[in-house]
């Protein structure tokens, strides 16, 4: 399904106003439910002790409901204004949380998106 405005699909500006919209008020769920495509791929750094790959909605999906599992107390977050180019947008995040097994955390990271036919189709963290 192609995300729609007044049937019409979304630009990448569009995707990336819209995904502003929603990070803000934390509905991270909504925006996977919302703006990702069916094969998105999720891509974190390589080693990293918190997240892994993983490709498809329904398995990234699940990478996100694991982390939320463990966290145990929700300090802080922020995430910045997208930055757009191309067919892609950036966003600065900042978290503040404890986490099962790795305690009080600070993740400072620059995610990227890349949108095709008014769809996310790749997601990728740098911390």
Same mark, same amino acid.
């Given at each position: 399904?192609?995300?729609?405005? +007044?049937?019409? =699909?979304?630009?990448?500006?569009? #995707?990336?106003?819209? !995904? +502003?919209?929603?990070?803000?008020?934390?509905?991270? !769920?909504?925006?996977?439910?919302?703006?990702?495509?069916?094969?998105?791929?999720?891509?974190?750094? *390589?080693?990293?002790?918190?997240?892994?790959?993983?490709?498809?909605?329904?398995? #990234?999906?699940? &990478?996100?409901?694991?982390?939320?599992? &463990?966290?145990?107390?929700?300090?802080?977050?922020?995430?910045?204004? *997208?930055?757009?180019?191309?067919?892609?947008?950036? #966003?600065?995040?900042? =978290?503040?949380?404890?986490?099962?097994?790795?305690?009080?955390?600070?993740?400072?990271? =620059?995610?990227?998106?890349?949108?095709?036919?008014?769809?996310?189709?790749?997601?990728?963290?740098?911390?």
């Amino acid at each position: 399904m192609t995300t729609l405005t +007044n049937n019409k =699909v979304m630009t990448t500006k569009e #995707v990336a106003a819209r !995904f +502003n919209e929603l990070a803000q008020q934390e509905k991270w !769920f909504e925006i996977q439910d919302e703006l990702f495509a069916d094969t998105i791929r999720s891509i974190d750094p *390589p080693n990293s002790p918190y997240f892994g790959y993983a490709e498809g909605k329904t398995a #990234v999906r699940k &990478k996100g409901e694991a982390f939320v599992k &463990k966290i145990e107390a929700f300090h802080r977050a922020h995430t910045t204004e *997208p930055v757009v180019g191309g067919n892609h947008f950036a #966003v600065g995040r900042e =978290v503040d949380v404890t986490v099962q097994e790795h305690g009080r955390i600070q993740i400072n990271q =620059v995610m990227l998106y890349e949108v095709k036919n008014g769809q996310i189709v790749v997601e990728q963290f740098f911390y």
